[in-house]
């Protein structure tokens, strides 16, 4: 029978039906793109969170690299690896600011432009001659090239040794250019610049950036593995008041008196520099002190003693030390945020299958001392589900909540429950949330 034309009311309802469909494919659409730009934006807190880290680090290797031809030997390999990747940085930089000029992107709360962000043609663009996808431009070969010389730099220093296996194969697998095999067809620029809207390409860059931060740090580490950190921006000499002597005696026919004058001179180390942290036991060691040597805090509690105390303040801006009569103030700031991480990273894009198999940690990027954390639970949402908790520190107990995402949904983990060893009694703040974007 043939079909009857429809009647005003039904094309009306048509109408509307498509328009409200075109209206939830842009919500969706709009909330990926704010998605990929706070990942961005995170990324970027948590690379220049472990480059501050890096340099309170690289001070310490500096410092013991005056007084052995070792450490000398090491600090010399950690420039070389620094002066490769900070070009790298410098050049991804560049090229950030080159697309976002491209696109006249400006950041506003209440009127976010989701249409610059959204725009693939800076991307593609600067990366691409005449947009053409198997025409890579000067300034793609310029980032293939500095990107092959750090990972050939860190193979040629670093691959055979010990200690170095996961510096290693963090180089192999994330500062590559090429893919051993194609993924979906396309080359590594393809993939990650062709077409990408803007948003997608500048937390790749981003991405980028913070491996060879991490990579850094991890190279720090192996080099001050088992060393005693005690490099200080700027030691404090504390003078003891004089104090007159016992009368001193000679083997001759007479006795001779004599009244000296000594001035003990006392080096209060501490660790962090020239702050100490709120609530926390912070190490200070005083070079030189005798037995007797008192310390004395005002707005923080002293323990300890024999050149070895813990000062620990309380909720004061400046805490000043005295010892033997001479004074020190000293800067008082609040501990580092608590950062929850996947993968050490506090905002990761992974396939869907993948997640199941991460566990979640916690660090402190920038503290210098060794504190351990213990992931007890935290909770896992995920798009149109109710959020679950989880106990302990692995995904895999929820498994199942991963099996239906597709690319562009969003997993966060949440009330990440932690303890903390080598904080005294300081109670850890709650970790930051941890945003997995889910890749194809």
Do not use: C
């Amino acid at each position: 029978m043939a079909q009857g034309k429809s009647t005003p009311r039904q094309k009306m309802i048509n109408l509307m039906y498509l328009v409200f469909i075109a209206m939830l494919a842009m919500q969706i659409d709009q909330e990926i793109v704010r998605s990929f730009y706070d990942t961005q934006v995170s990324l970027s807190e948590t690379r220049k969170l472990t480059d501050a880290k890096n340099q309170v680090f690289e001070a310490n290797l500096a410092e013991k690299a005056q007084n052995s031809p070792e450490d000398q030997e090491k600090y010399q390999s950690y420039t070389e690896l620094k002066t490769i990747g900070d070009d790298l940085i410098k050049d991804i930089e560049s090229k950030k600011q080159k697309m976002v000029a491209m696109s006249g992107f400006k950041y506003n709360a209440a009127d976010f432009d989701y249409n610059s962000l959204n725009s693939s043609e800076p991307s593609t663009k600067l990366f691409f001659q005449g947009g053409q996808e198997n025409k890579y431009s000067a300034e793609a070969k310029i980032l293939m090239d500095k990107v092959n010389a750090l990972r050939t730099f860190i193979l040629k220093k670093f691959e055979g040794k010990e200690n170095f296996e996961n510096v290693v194969i963090r180089a192999k697998q994330n500062l590559i250019t090429e893919y051993p095999k194609k993924r979906e067809g396309k080359t590594w620029l393809m993939y990650k610049f062709y077409n990408q809207p803007l948003v997608a390409a500048l937390s790749n860059l981003e991405i980028l950036e913070t491996e060879v931060r991490n990579i850094q740090s991890d190279v720090l580490s192996v080099y001050l593995q088992g060393k005693s950190i005690i490099a200080v921006p700027e030691a404090t000499t504390i003078t003891e008041t004089p104090t007159a002597a016992p009368p001193m005696t000679s083997n001759s026919t007479h006795t001779e008196d004599q009244t000296q004058t000594q001035t003990q001179d006392y080096t209060a180390t501490i660790t962090s520099g020239t702050v100490l942290y709120q609530g926390f036991p912070n190490p200070v060691n005083i070079d030189g002190a005798k037995a007797g040597t008192q310390i004395s805090a005002s707005g923080a509690t002293v323990s300890g003693g024999g050149g070895n105390w813990t000062v620990t303040p309380g909720l004061v801006d400046e805490v000043t030390l005295t010892v033997g009569g001479k004074s020190t103030k000293y800067m008082v700031k609040k501990l580092p945020p608590v950062v929850g991480t996947v993968r050490g990273k506090s905002a990761v894009a992974m396939p869907a299958s993948s997640i199941k198999n991460q566990v979640v940690s916690v660090d402190m990027p920038g503290f210098v001392y060794p504190v351990t954390f213990t992931v007890n639970g935290f909770k896992v949402k995920v798009p149109g589900k109710p959020t679950t908790s989880v106990t302990g520190n692995s995904l895999s107990g929820v498994a199942g909540m991963f099996n239906n995402l597709r690319a562009g949904d969003k997993v966060t983990i949440l009330d990440i429950e932690v303890t903390a060893t080598g904080m005294g009694n300081s109670i850890p703040k709650t970790p930051t949330n941890v945003t997995i974007n889910v890749t194809n």
